[in-house]
């Protein structure tokens, strides 16, 4: 049930009778002055602004039956995902609105808004989206034809994520962009959603919810919130996924292989629903999942999953060998479930994670010259990122990256009855409209450790002001004063308090010295990150071989495709971990700048700088350094290096590749199939079928190549064919002979089968025999049949 409804500066408060509930800032409210994130947010205003509209409004005129006034974009734009950034695009308009006042960014903001509800006019329903064959797609699940996958509703790649970004759009059009024709256009389209869902079962629900569906529960229940309409909160508690919920309510890990960014907005859903309802149960779900994904499955810089996917807490193997690790959206949605926890419990874990998220990753995932957006920010040592260009990139860090950097200052500032947070050292102006007062923050940090603080008020006023500790911060080093006067403050669950009568002029000054102090990945196995305060440190590595630097609109452009170069070859700390602090010097005269000495490393042939992490771009990177003893070096680098060379030989030869059960690779590689299933198996994905599944891989340049397929040993009784473009490759009879582990076999492709294809792919399909089963499919490869090493 609905408890209160409450719209205070556009800013949408619910007290649910869990806690008392603290309130942030509308976004107009605070005046970020930051220098460097004032040319962030200018950049991303830039970025945002050089899209033509009418193309992305092209899909959503398409669905309706209206001509499109420009060509749909390219990308993701055009391939299935068609309209998703347009939902982003309305979000990135309403912030910049509001921190802003730009009244072009307004005009641009509200032509969007007129278009959409054109639309939604002419398809008649309510609906309004620019999913690809929406009137069949819908009227299958309307009527409960429901053919559903990790990544797809009846063929369509994730709809319901797809329309998720709409949903979110339309309601911050409404509540930040003050657009009340989005509101009109949104409670249309929720009564078509739950229109629709209205004759589906729980269990059916349940089923549709296996294809990834973004927020579409947290958005429900906003609208809730904002219409007093209860059946919005019950159909987001129906799209609520129980398969993610229920072991969370158990306080169960179930996350390893699981899609990240899939489960993370579910979550966000739960705590929102959580809130709505007072659900304490919802409530401690979101709250144990955010424990584990954030001290158990992130690295230093806010960051989790490869390839999208958690990787087991225990092994960050993975994360450390990958060109593909943290993914931007992942940090997005954290923060934003970060910040929804703090604001239920005041708990300041929470606002320390969201500081040395944005710092590190988000600020660090757009180009501080170009603007492009980052996907995957790779922890492999001496690898690189891949930036966004305006007009070729439309993948989802793209739409996320849009709204990421203007809303620094969502959470510097909040208030509670007369107490108010100071909980970010950010320079800003806060305008505490109903206090009738303003707060000016001048600091440059974090190249300065501490903060000033000015009250500006018309008459004296009677205010508590909780200033957050930071957990980088020796209680006892930091320092206190009051217009010159050193305080003694007392800290009271993570914040120093001072309560008094304030007059105009007041100030506050915050002495906050950082420690330069060591991060290890959370399973112990030596990997350590350097941090000063709460700003990471990293290395630049070199400028080769940056391939796809500046990414365009190809299929796989996110990924930095460039050389692996080796792990082995990598500078190693020799040192003991426990004194690993003690091995790092400020470098003189230059903030923020420290070296790591020659005399502790090995692979290295002068000292090593260490810089602030989001300040590096356009190179490759060092983020995390192997820690040895002398001892431990000399027993484990050959074993260290022989596994390494062994994996370079092996992508040296990999043409293309697919990992089965992954929603990425398998979208990348245009998966089709009927009567498949996917799951995870000792921390592996695979797939299977009782009928068939193909997917298309670069074709080789030559006319030989290598299909190299993983089972698992103890599959029995399945026989399938393999077929390379629709010709028999080759019959499988799995006998699970191989015992209770995964192995590899390796066909050979004739000439001719390579020969037939068509254009630059080949379609791989296993289908099933009669009465028998496809798979399972742990692992594709398309390899040539020699490496071809230098000398050989």
Not at 639 to 646: H, I, L, S, V
Not at 725 to 742: A, C, E, I, K, P
């Amino acid at each position: 049930m609905i408890k209160q409804l409450l719209l205070v500066g556009m800013t949408l408060l619910v007290s649910s009778g869990m806690s008392a509930q603290i309130q942030t800032f509308p976004l107009g409210d605070v005046k970020v002055m930051d220098t460097t994130l004032l040319k962030h947010q200018s950049l991303s205003q830039s970025y945002i602004m050089s899209h033509n509209p009418d193309r992305l409004l092209a899909p959503f005129r398409r669905e309706a039956g209206l001509d499109p006034k420009a060509p749909l974009y390219g990308n993701w734009e055009n391939t299935g995902l068609d309209g998703h950034i347009g939902g982003h695009y309305l979000t990135a308009l309403s912030q910049l609105w509001a921190v802003t006042n730009d009244t072009a960014v307004k005009k641009r903001l509200d032509y969007m808004i007129d278009e959409l509800a054109l639309c939604q006019q002419h398809y008649g329903n309510g609906y309004v989206g620019g999913v690809p064959g929406s009137k069949a797609l819908w009227d299958d699940v309307k009527n409960d034809h429901l053919d559903v996958g990790s990544f797809s509703l009846n063929g369509k790649w994730v709809p319901w994520y797809n329309l998720h970004k709409t949903f979110a759009g339309l309601r911050d059009a409404w509540v930040i962009g003050q657009n009340q024709k989005a509101r009109d256009v949104l409670i249309q389209l929720c009564d078509w959603c739950v229109e629709l869902c209205s004759g589906l079962s729980d269990e059916r629900m349940e089923l549709m919810l296996r294809a990834e569906y973004g927020g579409m529960n947290e958005t429900l229940a906003d609208v809730a919130a904002l219409t007093g309409n209860d059946r919005y909160l019950q159909l987001a508690r129906r799209f609520s996924h129980r398969l993610l919920l229920d072991p969370l309510l158990h306080h169960q890990d179930r996350l390893n292989g699981m899609h990240a960014n899939t489960q993370i907005p579910k979550v966000i859903g739960f705590e929102r629903v959580a809130e709505m309802a007072a659900d304490t149960a919802w409530h401690n779900a979101a709250v144990f999942f955010w424990d584990n994904v954030v001290n158990q499955r992130s690295v230093s810089i806010g960051g989790n999953s490869v390839s999208e996917h958690f990787h087991p807490a225990n092994d960050f193997t993975s994360m450390m060998e990958s060109r593909e690790g943290p993914e931007t959206c992942n940090t997005y949605n954290m923060l934003k479930l970060s910040r929804m926890l703090w604001t239920m419990s005041g708990d300041t874990r929470y606002i320390d994670y969201y500081e040395q998220a944005m710092y590190n990753h988000i600020l660090s995932s757009q180009h501080p010259d170009l603007g492009g957006y980052v996907y995957f920010t790779s922890m492999r040592p001496r690898h690189y990122r891949v930036y966004s260009q305006p007009e070729q990139a439309f993948w989802c860090c793209v739409g996320s990256g849009m709204e990421n950097h203007s809303k620094y200052g969502e959470l510097v500032y909040a208030h509670h009855q007369d107490t108010l947070y100071v909980n970010l050292f950010m320079a800003s102006v806060l305008n505490w409209k109903q206090q009738g007062l303003s707060l000016t923050q001048s600091t440059a940090f974090p190249a300065e450790e501490g903060t000033s603080l000015q009250f500006h008020l018309a008459k004296k006023k009677t205010i508590a002001l909780k200033i957050r500790k930071p957990r980088w911060v020796v209680a006892s080093d930091a320092k206190i004063s009051v217009n010159g006067k050193p305080l003694a403050v007392s800290e009271v669950n993570g914040y120093w308090v001072i309560r008094r009568t304030w007059k105009n002029g007041d100030c506050i000054r915050v002495e906050l010295p950082m420690r330069t102090e060591t991060e290890m990945l959370p399973d112990g196995s030596g990997w350590a990150s350097f941090r000063h305060g709460p700003i990471v440190l990293a290395a630049v590595c070199g400028h080769e071989h940056l391939d796809g630097l500046r990414a365009d609109d190809s299929r796989m452009g996110h990924v930095a495709q460039g050389a692996l170069l080796p792990i082995f070859e990598a500078p190693v700390i020799i040192a003991n971990p426990a004194q690993l602090t003690d091995v790092i010097k400020p470098k003189s005269n230059a903030p923020l700048h420290y070296l790591l000495p020659r005399t502790h490393l090995v692979n290295a042939s002068s000292d090593i700088e260490l810089v602030p992490f989001h300040t590096i771009h356009d190179v490759r990177y060092q983020t995390y350094f192997k820690v040895m003893t002398p001892d431990e070096y000399e027993r484990n680098m050959a074993e260290a290096q022989k596994r390494e060379e062994e994996r370079l030989r092996l992508e040296a030869r990999t043409i293309d590749q697919v990992n089965p059960g992954q929603q990425q690779p398998e979208s990348d590689h245009n998966i089709r199939f009927k009567d498949t299933e996917s799951g995870i198996h000792m921390d592996r994905h695979w797939r299977h079928a009782a009928g068939w599944f193909s997917y298309d891989l670069k074709k080789p340049e030559s006319t030989s190549a290598i299909l190299q397929i993983t089972y698992f040993g103890q599959d029995r009784g399945r026989s399938f064919n393999i077929l390379i473009n629709d010709q028999l490759l080759t019959r499988v009879d799995l006998t699970g002979s191989q015992g209770s582990q995964f192995f590899s076999v390796d066909y050979p492709i004739p000439a001719e089968l390579i020969n037939a294809s068509v254009g630059n792919k080949i379609t791989v399909r296993f289908e099933a025999l009669p009465g028998s089963i496809a798979g399972g499919i742990y692992g594709v490869k398309l390899l040539k049949p020699i490496l071809n090493t230098p000398g050989k």
